[in-house]
């Protein structure tokens, strides 16, 4: 190949060869995107490998993307038209970063030093003819090296851009005749082609890879001194165990209550919500902890460190936030599920006592609710099996919709799918409701005919046990009554599917949120705030219920 066609190939590939991943601090190791480029648009294409530094003389660049016997430094798959860049979880492990989620990014910390950002990773791309959006993975420099060091091997980029440019002078020199050509160098490869639709149009394809560090020429001792122990945002000095079971004295760390996340649903573990304590059969527990705010958790640092396992310890640490950042006015969920549950099960006792006035009968409320509140009790209401699943923490930053209709899914399965229909139905039908209008009611609109009943004796004066015809009458004067519509929304929403598209179920969803007083517009991309609102518009629907109640009891009879 003459030295002039390889001049013209240089200029058409520089800036692609002269291209650099690295800054002063960190290195991308993995790319994929769209991008104009001094009015060029280019995709560029490439990844990270570990290989014997021996091996890198003998690479040819016409097959580059089939190197064998290397390691791989990123993970890479596809689904539709979305690809999903990752790093390969060594690094991670050998460090034991914590990972965390910011916006639309993955960052992972190395808390024990702490170092931030040592991995930057925006994990998806989306294909849409012919453009890819930006996917990399960037890794701390010192955090590479100190890895190659450990492997023994060194890094290469493998590497493909792509580009549609106009045919020149110079480039038909290339072409001569043809309709394309391939030029093989060093460390690339170059392919151009004439454009299937644009005339006067090439594709332009590099293929090749670039040699980031070789093993041989880096330093052999590490660069990472690592101390043992762990920093602790809101406290300034390294946190030892031996620093924490003798030298901090009620000194205490917060951690967001995201932390439970791996405990909640899982029966091997013991979680107690309303302080935040958990307890891992007869192995080890982190206690000695309480609630506070919303969404934090305060653990006294010598508790934890006694006997506490140091993989747990670099859990929990992997959640450390600033207790400043704490807005400590709030509530958290744990509170809001304990005072919605006393209120429903107050309200089983007051409705039972209301009706066997009215009807001289002698009804359990665990007969009407399913719910033996005396038992509840004795394991504690936080802690009862089926009410668990209320008290799980919900993350204020990414509590999607589907974790949104899961949650009212579980509220209604307690408040709603607990009543009894079978002793309703008895009720309604002893009060004196014709079982035409009753006989196409199930549990929620039978116990929404009942209490309107007593609505209407409540609000006229009228006895519910002597005045029942009269009390019947009067009904079709109070149609518009409905105190349990926050409970109808719930049980609206439990029939949806997040996934299910469609224009029904998003009005659907969005009615339901309206009856429970939540603005659409106000959600975002989080429902959390629209969860805490559920809790408190159920709270303050059954205080209004539970006051109705009671003055109807103390009515005249």
Not at 61 to 70: F, I, R
Not at 106 to 117: A, E, G, S
Not at 215 to 236: A, F, M, N, R
Request: with cysteine; aromatic share 10%; glycine share 4%.
């Amino acid at each position: 190949m003459s030295s002039a066609i390889d001049e013209i190939v240089v200029g058409l590939v520089a800036d692609i060869l002269e291209f650099s991943p690295k800054d002063k601090d960190s290195i991308v190791v993995a790319n994929l995107g769209t991008y104009i480029h001094k009015g060029i648009k280019t995709t560029r294409d490439f990844t990270t490998v570990l290989i014997s530094e021996e091996r890198i003389p003998k690479i040819k660049a016409s097959n580059v993307h089939g190197l064998k016997k290397t390691e791989q430094l990123i993970s890479t798959w596809s689904s539709g038209n979305h690809i999903h860049i990752a790093p390969d979880q060594n690094i991670p492990k050998t460090y034991k970063l914590n990972q965390r989620s910011v916006s639309d990014l993955i960052i992972w910390d190395d808390l024990t030093r702490p170092i931030y950002n040592v991995i930057e990773n925006k994990p998806t791309s989306l294909y849409s003819f012919p453009d890819y959006s930006e996917a990399y993975v960037k890794i701390s420099s010192e955090y590479l090296i100190d890895f190659l060091q450990k492997k023994e091997k060194a890094a290469i980029q493998i590497f493909q851009e792509r580009r549609i440019i106009p045919i020149t002078d110079e480039v038909e020199r290339l072409l001569e005749t043809k309709e394309y050509y391939i030029g093989h160098f060093k460390q690339y490869e170059v392919r151009l082609q004439k454009h299937a639709s644009k005339q006067n149009f090439l594709q332009l394809e590099v293929n090749g890879f670039r040699v980031l560090y070789e093993s041989s020429k880096l330093k052999q001792s590490s660069t990472l001194v690592k101390e043992h122990g762990h920093y602790w945002k809101g406290i300034d000095e390294l946190v030892t165990n031996t620093k924490a079971r003798h030298y901090f004295p009620f000194q205490y760390a917060y951690v967001s209550d995201e932390v439970l996340g791996r405990y909640e649903s899982d029966d091997d573990y013991e979680v107690y919500p309303d302080s935040g304590s958990v307890y891992y059969r007869n192995q080890w527990c982190v206690s000695y902890c309480d609630r506070v705010g919303r969404n934090a958790i305060r653990v006294e640092l010598k508790k934890l460190y006694e006997g506490t396992p140091d993989d747990v310890i670099d859990y929990w640490n992997s959640f450390s936030i600033d207790p400043d950042s704490i807005n400590k006015n709030e509530e958290n969920i744990a509170a809001l599920s304990e005072r919605l549950l006393r209120k429903y099960l107050l309200f089983g006792r007051l409705f039972t006592q209301l009706v066997n006035k009215s009807t001289n009968d002698n009804l359990h409320p665990v007969e009407i609710i399913s719910f033996d509140e005396s038992e509840i009790l004795k394991v504690g209401i936080l802690l009862y099996p089926t009410f668990k699943p209320l008290t799980y923490h919900v993350n204020l930053e990414s509590f999607s919709k589907d974790q949104f209709i899961q949650r009212c899914k579980n509220i209604n399965k307690i408040l709603v799918e607990s009543l009894s229909e079978r002793s309703l139905r008895t009720i309604v039908t002893k009060i004196g409701f014709p079982t035409e209008i009753t006989s196409p009611m199930r549990s929620l609109k039978l116990l929404n005919l009942a209490v309107r009943y007593f609505y209407v004796a409540n609000d006229t004066g009228l006895s519910p046990l002597n005045d029942k015809s009269e009390i019947l009458v009067r009904l079709n004067d109070y149609k518009h009554v409905n105190m349990f519509s926050e409970l109808f929304a719930i049980n609206d929403i439990r029939q949806l599917d997040a996934h299910k598209a469609g224009q029904s179920a998003k009005q659907k969803l969005d009615n339901a949120l309206e009856s429970l007083g939540i603005a659409k517009s106000g959600i975002s991309n989080s429902y959390a705030r629209a969860c805490d609102l559920v809790y408190l518009t159920l709270d303050e629907m059954f205080i209004n219920v539970n006051n109705l109640l009671i003055k109807a009891f103390d009515s005249r009879s």
